[in-house]
DNA sequence: AAGACGATCCTG
DNA sequence: AGGATCGTCTTT
């Protein structure tokens, strides 16, 4: 099966399942100029609700992370050093405060990376998976070997946090 | 109003 | 090893 996008189901499920579930699924991005391209995600990371002290709705309610307490399926991307707008896919239901965060697509290694590949900004944040007409995700065949790692760069966060295995990687 | 900081990347 | 770079959040 082919060409069918993932509808907001698929998000509104445990995060680390979604995490691992993202991977060697495509993203499919259409550019302004009306460009279509497909990506297969090869990385991901699982940030889980407002008790994950790596999580940024640990921190509360606020204006960035508002849309990471809506129910699952919504684009969730922040601005982070000044340069590089991070991809994340909102999950779990209304009120989790959790997200999935695209760390690598095939041939595009690197959460700040991929998202200058992508050319995302500010206007993506919230957009809807189910409904959007340039950014969204469809089904592909399962990837056999996937490894598991610590999480990368949350070393503020501390245990349990940084040793939960929530980066999931294509081999 | 001002300061600190970050789920990164690039250069030297 | 250190700088870039700026929106968000915290503190005054």
């Given at each position: 099966m082919?060409?069918?996008r ?6 509104r499920?445990?995060t ?10 495509t993203?499919?991005?259409?550019f302004d100029d009306g460009?279509?391209?497909r990506y297969v995600i090869?990385?991901t990371?699982?940030y889980c609700?407002?008790s994950?002290l790596a999580c940024h ?8 992370t508002?849309?990471m307490?809506?129910a ?5 991307v ?5 340069q590089y707008?991070?991809?994340n ?12 965060l ?14 200058r590949?992508l050319?995302?900004n ?5 957009e809807?998976l189910?409904?959007s007409?340039?950014?969204w ?16 760069g949350i ?5 349990p946090?940084i ?6 990687k294509?081999d």
């Amino acid at each position: 099966m082919k060409n069918d996008r993932l509808l907001a189901d698929f998000f509104r499920r445990d995060t680390v399942l979604v995490a691992r579930e993202l991977i060697g699924k495509t993203l499919t991005r259409v550019f302004d100029d009306g460009t279509m391209r497909r990506y297969v995600i090869t990385e991901t990371e699982a940030y889980c609700g407002q008790s994950d002290l790596a999580c940024h709705t640990s921190k509360g309610r606020t204006k960035r992370t508002q849309v990471m307490f809506e129910a699952g399926g919504l684009v969730y991307v922040y601005l982070i050093y000044g340069q590089y707008w991070l991809l994340n896919f909102v999950t779990e239901q209304e009120g989790s405060g959790s997200a999935v965060l695209i760390r690598g697509l095939k041939g595009h290694d690197g959460p700040g990376k991929l998202g200058r590949e992508l050319k995302l900004n500010k206007s993506f944040y919230g957009e809807n998976l189910e409904s959007s007409t340039r950014i969204w995700l469809e089904n592909a065949n399962p990837v056999n070997q996937i490894s598991e790692h610590p999480r990368v760069g949350i070393h503020y966060a501390g245990e349990p946090w940084i040793s939960k295995l929530w980066l999931y990687k294509a081999d």
